[in-house]
């Protein structure tokens, strides 16, 4: 499998009803730019993917494109890092497995930390049900039918909800909409040059949103290169599969060995316990 195959099954396997679909070979969503709307379109072809844009306006393709670009890790060195992690005795028989396998960023970091927060100690296909059902009542219905039907809910959507009307427990609720208050009051930034510091404190002072959460978002939403998401079930039973102590304390002296590319180090560990149509974690 290509580093592509990998990466755009990566998002198919968590593809949002509605909002995303996704066929086995071709990942399409909804996206809200700043003039309009525009549809994605993403097919893995050789040791690449093939990307189409249907948009609303013209003036918004720069955004597109750029979008585009983060989600799929284009902008990364990638045959340095892997000249490096592929020379781990760990590392190296995945890499060799799936070469080019980048880390999937976002084309909203405000989405991506709707679905780290919903999805905790959850399967990834209840995450997708319950994300679903979200979306379905607080996103924008698309006008044209393009075969999917709405975009993701934005913050002001979810701010003024009232959490006792969320399909998850209330805590998660409140977390949820103390999320999306405090990006839609500019008190949190989720976009890819925020400081990570400064986010990962605001993230961590919501009530329900752990470390794990954080480095989530940090590792797909802020472009944090260097993620180790401590304490993570798919990591440990990669680990310990692979003949390694994946408890934390061991786990965290194995991953120091790939700083600065941790967050390379969790793709290729997460994809080894993958099969197709099997996701592995969020």
């Given at each position: 499998?290509?580093?592509?195959?990998?990466?755009?099954?990566?998002?198919?396997?968590?593809?949002?009803?509605?909002?995303?679909?996704?066929?086995?070979?071709?990942?399409?969503?909804?996206?809200?730019?700043?003039?309009?709307?525009?549809?994605?379109?993403?097919?893995?072809?050789?040791?690449?993917?093939?990307?189409g844009l249907e948009l609303e306006h013209p003036?918004?393709?720069?955004?597109?494109?750029?979008?585009?670009?983060?989600?799929?890790?284009?902008?990364?060195?990638?045959?340095?890092?892997?000249?490096?992690?592929?020379?781990?005795?760990?590392?190296?028989?995945?890499?060799?497995?799936?070469?080019?396998?980048?880390?999937?960023?976002?084309?909203?970091?405000?989405?991506?930390?709707?679905?780290?927060?919903?999805?905790?100690?959850?399967?990834?296909?209840?995450?997708?049900?319950?994300?679903?059902?979200?979306?379905?009542?607080?996103?924008?219905?698309?006008?044209?039918?393009?075969?999917?039907?709405?975009?993701?809910?934005?913050?002001?959507?979810?701010?003024?909800?009232?959490?006792?009307?969320?399909?998850?427990?209330?805590?998660?609720?409140?977390?949820?909409?103390?999320?999306?208050?405090?990006?839609?009051?500019?008190?949190?930034?989720?976009?890819?040059?925020?400081?990570?510091?400064?986010?990962?404190?605001?993230?961590?002072e919501i009530r329900g949103v752990g470390p794990?959460?954080?480095?989530?978002?940090?590792?797909?939403?802020?472009?944090?290169?260097?993620?180790?998401?401590?304490?993570?079930?798919?990591?440990?039973?990669?680990?310990?599969?692979?003949?390694?102590?994946?408890?934390?304390?061991?786990?965290?002296?194995?991953?120091?060995?790939?700083?600065?590319?941790?967050?390379?180090?969790?793709?290729?560990?997460?994809?080894?316990?993958?099969?197709?149509?099997?996701?592995?974690?969020?």
């Amino acid at each position: 499998m290509t580093g592509g195959e990998a990466l755009i099954g990566f998002l198919g396997a968590r593809a949002i009803p509605g909002v995303e679909d996704f066929d086995g070979a071709t990942y399409r969503r909804a996206m809200a730019l700043e003039s309009g709307g525009a549809i994605l379109e993403l097919t893995a072809q050789g040791d690449g993917v093939r990307y189409g844009l249907e948009l609303e306006h013209p003036a918004d393709r720069e955004e597109a494109v750029a979008r585009c670009r983060r989600l799929l890790d284009l902008d990364t060195d990638l045959g340095a890092i892997e000249t490096r992690l592929g020379a781990d005795p760990v590392l190296g028989p995945l890499i060799e497995r799936r070469p080019g396998l980048r880390v999937p960023s976002t084309v909203d970091g405000f989405e991506l930390a709707v679905r780290a927060v919903v999805g905790q100690q959850v399967s990834v296909a209840g995450a997708r049900t319950v994300l679903g059902r979200l979306a379905a009542r607080y996103g924008e219905p698309l006008e044209a039918d393009r075969g999917l039907a709405r975009r993701f809910p934005s913050p002001a959507a979810l701010a003024a909800a009232d959490p006792a009307d969320f399909p998850f427990p209330r805590v998660r609720g409140e977390a949820l909409r103390a999320l999306a208050r405090l990006v839609m009051e500019g008190r949190l930034d989720l976009g890819a040059g925020a400081d990570q510091a400064a986010t990962c404190a605001t993230l961590l002072e919501i009530r329900g949103v752990g470390p794990w959460t954080a480095s989530y978002i940090g590792m797909r939403a802020l472009g944090d290169r260097d993620a180790w998401l401590a304490g993570d079930v798919g990591l440990r039973n990669a680990l310990e599969r692979l003949g390694h102590p994946g408890d934390g304390a061991a786990a965290l002296r194995q991953a120091d060995a790939w700083r600065p590319w941790r967050s390379y180090a969790v793709m290729h560990l997460w994809a080894s316990l993958e099969s197709p149509g099997q996701a592995a974690t969020l």
